[in-house]
């Protein structure tokens, strides 16, 4: 039997209530499609750096290296100062893993309510694929004369073309494989104004997508991006973006497929180790209540199955969600389920196990 090595790091907050609901369909789907899966908690998070000090402790990077996949549940805390973890631990594995794509499905399940006004599962089903190593993320920048009245803070953002081009091939190649019959991907930029940053990646752009005649190619701003995702979301197949507007607009992309419960993404290094997390956060008021919605959890389980090459056990998951959603979850918002954050694990993990 194939057994597949997972490092998994449930993290802070409701990270490992939600990893644990995520496991648990895992499971089911190995016991189905006949596949093992041979798991290794890491505690890594808030809590052991109030204990210990350690962020990330030593020697890690290279044990998770040894992987095949990491199945992450949320970093961040709120008794410890915004950024400490989120750069020491989510950017830092991200960017010494090389994980240089950041895939972030928008696809509006039937059941699911949408804020977008006459919208539908036919409208709203598109990806972002947003760089994930570059952009205003690198730490690249400093103080002068902090703290003096004339302090200066600068954070600047690096685009290489190497880091440009791998992800927008990434975009073309992962929309030529894609379900859709739109075919084509859009460039989100803002060439408008960072006129050396976007040049480059308007530059790549163009010459990649000669390698892809059959692909259909777009341009937007990314402040028009956000306005045609609520006016037209039907539009997009594709978008490809840098890290920042990426990390922006996939948020407004969770809010139309029916909130973080239900947000999952990948962190990828096709020639390494990769990262799947629900995109939501470490949501510390709902820790420990089992009300939060595990959905984005499972949904990144479904991803890292796909990754691994089970798309079946893949598929089946997808099913097992959509019928979970559409005939037994009142609502997807935290405590509005009409059941526990357990019983949604049980409930998916079931059908999954019945083969719907
Ligand atoms: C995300 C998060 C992270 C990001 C934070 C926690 C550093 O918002 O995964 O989108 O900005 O990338
Ligand atoms: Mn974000």
Redesign the pocket.
């Known amino acids: 039997m194939k057994t597949y090595k997972i490092a998994v790091i449930g993290g802070d907050g409701t990270g490992p209530e939600v990893v644990a609901e995520g496991l648990k369909v895992l499971r089911a789907a190995g016991e189905k499609f006949g596949f093992g899966l041979d798991l290794k908690p890491f505690d890594i998070g808030g809590e052991r750096y109030l204990k210990t000090g350690e962020v990330l402790p030593e020697g890690t990077v290279d044990e998770l290296k040894k992987f095949q996949a990491i199945f992450l549940g949320a970093?961040?805390h709120p008794g410890v100062k915004p950024g400490i973890l989120?750069k020491g631990i989510?950017?830092r594995l991200r960017f010494e893993l090389d994980q240089y794509i950041?895939l972030r499905p928008v696809k509006l399940y039937p059941g699911v309510d949408t804020p977008l006004k006459d919208k539908g599962p036919e409208d709203i089903d598109f990806v972002v694929v947003r760089e994930n190593t570059e952009g205003l993320?690198t730490g690249s920048g400093g103080f002068l004369k902090k703290g003096t009245p004339d302090e200066v803070a600068i954070q600047t953002s690096i685009n290489t073309r190497k880091g440009a081009e791998r992800c927008i091939r990434f975009a073309f190649d992962y929309c030529k494989k894609r379900n859709s019959k739109k075919k084509k991907v859009t460039l989100c930029g803002k060439t408008n104004v960072l006129t050396f940053a976007f040049d480059l990646w308007e530059r790549t752009f163009h010459d990649v997508a000669k390698d892809y005649p059959d692909i259909a190619t777009d341009y937007a701003h990314v402040d028009a991006t956000t306005m045609w995702m609520v006016k037209n979301p039907e539009w997009f197949d594709v978008i490809v973006t840098d890290n920042m507007f990426g990390?922006i607009i996939?948020?407004l992309g969770a809010m139309i497929q029916g909130g973080m419960g239900i947000a999952a993404?990948g962190n990828l290094n096709p020639q390494g180790v990769s990262m799947f997390e629900p995109?939501g956060?470490s949501a510390p008021k709902y820790t420990g209540k089992n009300v939060i919605n595990p959905m984005a959890a499972i949904g990144a389980g479904q991803m890292m199955l796909d990754y691994l090459g089970e798309p079946a056990a893949a598929a089946a998951v997808e099913r097992a969600i959509m019928k979970a959603i559409k005939d037994d979850l009142k609502d997807m918002a935290a405590g509005k389920m009409g059941m526990g954050t357990s019983e949604v694990g049980d409930l998916v993990a079931g059908y999954v196990s019945k083969g719907i």
């Open positions: 970093i961040g989120e989510l950017l950041n993320y990390d996939t948020d993404g995109i956060g």
